[in-house]
């Protein structure tokens, strides 16, 4: 059973994350992406260059339903799709200029909601935030 502290923070964070993914929902992305779509793009570009075993494992999917995302990815022109050089049978996957503009497009709905979520907090204390959200990243990677 999860400790006192990380009960009151997982209370916590529940309606962050619902008025965040309420606010993203709000936009129109263009093309329209599904939720989906959006994570992939996303886990491309964190992990740079991916193959496309380990975008399987980031996004929790079958190697076949990442094969479907990653071809209407491709077919789209916001993916690209090369051989490993290291091992022709695996594949690599980056973004196209067309897919990094998505995401950027995405970072700025997200910094928008953030920019709401937190416009009642004082500058120092947005500031905390920020180190104390980096120092949670830090300690799971």
Not at 38 to 44: E, K, N, R, Y
Not at 57 to 81: E, F, I, M, Q, Y
């Amino acid at each position: 059973m999860p400790n006192r502290d990380a009960r009151r923070l997982a209370e916590a964070l529940v309606p962050i994350s619902r008025l965040m993914r309420r606010h993203m929902q709000s936009k129109t992305f263009r093309p329209a992406l599904s939720h989906m779509e959006l994570h992939a793009l996303g886990s491309v570009w964190e992990h740079d260059r991916p193959l496309m075993r380990d975008l399987s494992h980031a996004l929790s999917l079958t190697p076949s339903a990442t094969s479907s995302l990653v071809n209407g990815l491709v077919k789209r022109g916001l993916l690209d799709r090369k051989s490993d050089p290291k091992d022709r049978r695996a594949l690599r996957l980056s973004l196209t200029k067309k897919g990094r503009a998505v995401l950027e497009q995405k970072f700025e709905y997200m910094a928008e909601g953030l920019q709401l979520l937190t416009r009642g907090m004082s500058v120092r204390d947005r500031e905390e935030l920020i180190r104390l959200l980096a120092s949670l990243t830090k300690s799971t990677s």
